[in-house]
């Protein structure tokens, strides 16, 4: 009988960031699961470039069209912006002969400001800078941002036409030249080529200008900022998730009762949360700015915010009842930071 058998043939376990043994992901699993846990920026043990570099590599070792549904799965089901654009980009690299790309882009593409952005990790990708930024862009990229230009009307356009950004609205359209629906789309465009694209009626805009009105006194100026937010929320014109992100100010307006009420129940209505698509971490962001007040206004606000977090929890798929299931939550020093460098939200609150 022998005991010392040789592991020349036996295959070695795969170690994780730690050095502890861990499973082997095929590469359409692991292509899922760094698209499903996307943070494109630096993490305690992968940094942004390190993780887009991986993302590459995993594009390329699966097949196309998987990949392409799992941009659109990212997008639509995940409700991710960053990571689909950056699928797009990468097929593009290794992917021709059809349409494949083109219509995954116009897919994507959902938000105006989508087009500059994709446009952007381009040109990163590629190593473009200066002059040369934008030039020699894939065909299938062009025809699936021009029919993405077909989308989105002067108002759209307008809101994301920033000026900040290295890549402009603008410049997209001079690089992928869209052809207009209608001569209505075409003055459209030659507005945003001329930069005459009228102002967007924002809830913003609205705010900023009551703010610089000059008033007699503070209580005045209060009672002005009071009255617009009082008028946004009964016009149904500041959308959930603005108005989850406004609660503090609202309260610091020292908006009236009927406004509060009406926020209330915005917020704790079960259809409007879920046609918000609201992570349910954001709720508990909202529940600790409203918290922190500690003002006798605050308890309607916090029952509200309970009954919207249950709500969104629902809409979490279950597992069938044969199903085992660990939730293990990471506590772990790594997961002590904030999830983004303006957020007061941590790691371990997201799970």
């Not at 759209?156 to 052809?179: E, S, T």
């Not at 971490?281 to 915010?305: C, D, K, M, N, T």
């Not at 279950?318 to 983004?340: E, K, L, N, Y």
Request: glycine share 6%.
């Amino acid at each position: 009988m022998r005991f010392n058998f040789s592991l020349r043939n036996k295959p070695l376990p795969t170690p994780n960031h730690e050095g502890a043994p861990a499973y082997s992901l095929t590469p359409a699993f692991e292509l899922y699961a760094a698209v499903a846990t996307a943070a494109l920026s630096d993490q305690a043990y992968e940094t942004a470039t390190t993780r887009l570099a991986r993302l590459r590599e995993l594009v390329a070792r699966n097949d196309p069209w998987f990949v392409a549904r799992l941009a659109v799965y990212a997008r639509e089901q995940l409700y991710l912006r960053s990571v689909p654009l950056v699928l797009a980009v990468e097929l593009a690299r290794i992917h021709q002969g059809d349409s494949l790309v083109s219509r995954l882009v116009a897919r994507v593409v959902q938000r105006a400001d989508e087009i500059p952005e994709l446009l952007a990790y381009y040109a990163q990708a590629n190593g473009r800078a200066g002059p040369k930024t934008l030039g020699r862009l894939s065909k299938q990229l062009q025809h699936g941002l021009a029919l993405a230009f077909n989308k989105f009307d002067a108002y759209q356009l307008a809101k994301y036409d920033r000026d900040g950004p290295a890549v402009r609205l603008r410049d997209a359209l001079f690089l992928v030249h869209p052809k207009p629906r209608d001569a209505a789309q075409q003055a459209v465009f030659d507005q945003l080529v001329a930069g005459t694209l009228p102002v967007p009626y924002t809830w913003e805009t609205e705010l900023s200008a009551a703010g610089q009105v000059a008033y007699a006194s503070p209580a005045e100026r209060q009672a002005a900022i009071a009255a617009v937010w009082q008028t946004l929320v009964a016009s149904g014109r500041l959308g959930y998730m603005a108005l989850l992100r406004n609660l503090r100010n609202l309260l610091e307006a020292n908006v009236n009762a009927e406004t509060l009420a009406q926020v209330c129940a915005t917020l704790a209505d079960a259809r409007q949360v879920t046609r918000a698509r609201q992570m349910p971490f954001r709720f508990l962001a909202a529940y600790r700015e409203v918290l922190a007040l500690g003002s006798g206004a605050v308890a309607p606000l916090l029952a509200a915010l309970e009954k919207a977090i249950a709500a969104s929890a629902g809409n979490l798929r279950g597992f069938g009842p044969a199903t085992r299931v660990v939730v293990a939550c990471d506590v772990s020093g790594s997961m002590q930071q904030p999830i983004s460098p303006r957020s007061k939200v941590l790691l371990y609150d997201v799970g």
